[in-house]
């Protein structure tokens, strides 16, 4: 079975500044999704960034990117000039494209990133 | 578009009442699915389903039932409420094909039993 682990629980960062969370995780599948969901103290989910195992290439949304190490199962998340706005709890997510119907997404404990000012 | 919509937002319930959970989405999205979020341990499937008339089981199911008479609509039944169910819920919309990645999540519901 897949897991998804974030070992950091709580991070901190100055405002404008960078910071960088982590996310590992465990398949034996070659071919998968990643994602980083981002959610405030309103509660909504928010689809951050996602990343298809099969590209090679980081994916990138403004602020944010990612740094993705297929060999080793690591999928951390870059957030650049961090913003007052940019706190908040963040998940990271794995997806297996041969879930057949479940389209289950396997969430990791999260990591509550506070921006200081 | 309103997305997924859940009500109510907040829930208090007594040990052994029942209650349904109502989720909708207008998106037209074949998959929906339920989660519940506790402390530390993220974000757990309790059920799901593919389309109208076919639901099938998560990780966490115990404890709840669903249904899907219609595509728009994923109700959460809990027959008889318990401690161990206070939680926030969350439904997802998710269109058909792998190449559809992203879920839509509703805002949640708060539930707590007492």
């Known amino acids: 079975a897949q897991t998804v682990t974030q070992s950091q629980p709580e991070m901190s960062v100055q405002e404008a500044e960078t910071v960088t969370l982590s996310c590992t995780y465990d398949?034996?599948?070659?071919?998968?999704?990643l994602f980083w969901y981002k959610q405030p103290p309103s509660r909504q989910m928010i689809l951050v960034i996602r990343q298809e195992a099969y590209k090679q290439q980081n994916a990138t949304e403004n602020r944010f990117s990612v740094n993705f190490q297929k060999a080793a199962k690591s999928f951390s998340l870059k957030i650049s000039d961090s913003q007052l706005g940019d706190a908040a709890m963040y998940f990271c997510a794995y997806r297996s494209p041969n879930g057949g119907a479940t389209n289950k997404l396997i969430f990791g404990t999260g990591t509550l990133l506070a921006v200081q000012p | 578009n309103a997305g997924v919509t859940q009500t109510p937002k907040f829930q208090v319930l007594k040990t052994g009442q029942s209650m349904t959970l109502q989720c909708a989405q207008d998106m037209n999205h074949e998959y929906m699915s339920w989660y519940r979020q506790d402390p530390g341990m993220g974000l757990r499937l309790i059920h799901y389903?593919?389309?109208?008339?076919?639901?099938d089981q998560g990780e966490v199911p115990n404890g709840y039932n669903v249904s899907r008479s219609t595509t728009e609509d994923f109700p959460l039944r809990l027959l008889s409420a318990a401690p161990s169910q206070t939680s926030v819920y969350f439904c997802?919309?998710?269109?058909?094909?792998?190449?559809?990645?992203?879920?839509?999540f509703g805002p949640g519901t708060r539930l707590t039993v007492t």
């Open positions: 997802a919309s998710k269109d058909r094909g792998q190449n559809s990645n992203e879920q839509y």
């Open positions: 398949t034996s599948e070659s071919d998968y999704y």
């Open positions: 389903s593919v389309g109208a008339g076919i639901t």
